[in-house]
């Protein structure tokens, strides 16, 4: 358990301190998240800045956000939303596996795509990220991950009760690395070497 801490918080540390990959090379993948509205508006800022590129997860649930209501939330004004083909809403996704597949499959039909930024939640992120790798390292493929947890404007990214947040976090952890889902920390190492490589 103390090792999962250890990557939780290397995974916490470590985008905002990384080199950043060049914007018109980048996606920004938001992760939203249920009754957290501030996952959206908040990671959304990111763009077009830091990624030329917007992926917008789908959820089980609140908030399901359509294509038109995230061009609504970062704040842009055209009639037509055809003029952001870079941004692309998922759909329905059960689960964190499910959106990280979805954005695997964007990363096969976008080529151009050489960067990734994910953010979510603080509490959230590690999991995310180690999904994220798992699926790519499945996958074959290889690619820059900067992870960007996001604060909460009425508050920060943890709850109240963010020690059980955290606690359920590396539960679930352990848990989806028995079922081969979320990566091993021996391959979250060898990320992080071919990275630094």
């Not at 905002?16 to 249920?34: C, D, F, H, R």
């Not at 789908?58 to 294509?67: E, F, K, L, V």
């Not at 998922?90 to 964007?106: I, K, N, P, Y």
Request: proline residues 6%.
């Amino acid at each position: 358990m103390l090792e999962v801490f250890r990557v939780m918080s290397e995974i916490l540390l470590d985008g905002p301190n990384w080199k950043k990959g060049k914007p018109e090379e980048t996606a920004i993948l938001v992760l939203p998240g249920m009754y957290q509205e501030y996952r959206i508006t908040e990671g959304t800022k990111f763009w077009p800045d830091q990624g030329e590129y917007l992926w917008v997860a789908g959820t089980n649930g609140d908030p399901a956000y359509s294509r038109k209501q995230i061009i609504s939330v970062i704040d842009v004004d055209y009639p037509n939303d055809l003029h952001y083909p870079n941004i692309i809403c998922g759909e329905f996704a059960r689960h964190t596996l499910d959106q990280m597949e979805w954005c695997v499959s964007l990363l096969k039909e976008n080529t151009q795509v050489k960067h990734l930024i994910v953010t979510t939640a603080a509490y959230h992120l590690p999991r995310c990220t180690l999904t994220l790798l798992q699926v790519l390292t499945k996958s074959g493929m290889k690619i820059p991950i900067t992870p960007l947890s996001i604060r909460n404007p009425s508050g920060d990214s943890f709850s109240p009760t963010s020690t059980e947040d955290l606690r359920s976090e590396v539960m679930k952890i352990q848990q989806y690395q028995e079922k081969g889902d979320v990566a091993s920390l021996d391959t979250w190492r060898n990320y992080i070497n071919w990275r630094i490589s």
